[in-house]
């Protein structure tokens, strides 16, 4: 099942746009401060006082949002599916990406392939591995990402057909 805070993006996501959403306002705020106080900017007076609340704000925020969005590490449990789970996938592609932040925010773990380089309009991408490739086209496509699951006996394509099976089976 999918969360409302996984369909935004993930808690690191949120917590990412808030740190930066709160050090641009308490950068803001210490600039339109100086802009006031002439003096004090010319004698140096607020400008460490600035920096500093600047930095308590900013690590302040980013320890309440983690703590906030449960992203404490849970007791485990799961089962070792290192040996269970095969992505075939090519790096810089958004879509093996998707696949692999679901499995590290889950604790999924799982043998990672890259056969080939990122594809594009034009092309499949260069091969890098004949014998993962070869493996990748036994499957009966040239695509990635390609969750392979031994122990289910399954095949998936599709980066949302990957991530729906793996929060079903796994997460």
Known sequence: MTTPLQQLGGPERL??????????LGAFTTVAGFAGQLDAVRTGS???VGAIALAVLVVTVGLT????????ADDGGRPDTADTLEL???EGCPHCAKV???????GISYTLHNPRTEGSLLGRGTVTNRNRHAELEGYGRNQVPLLVDHERGESLYESDDIVAYLDENYA
């Open 100 to 106: 692999r932040r679901f499995c590290t925010r889950n």
């Open 65 to 72: 949002v983690q703590r906030s969005v449960g992203l404490e």
């Open 15 to 24: 917590r990412d746009g808030a740190m930066w959403m709160l050090a641009f």
């Open 46 to 48: 607020l400008l460490p």
């Open 88 to 90: 075939y996938q090519a």
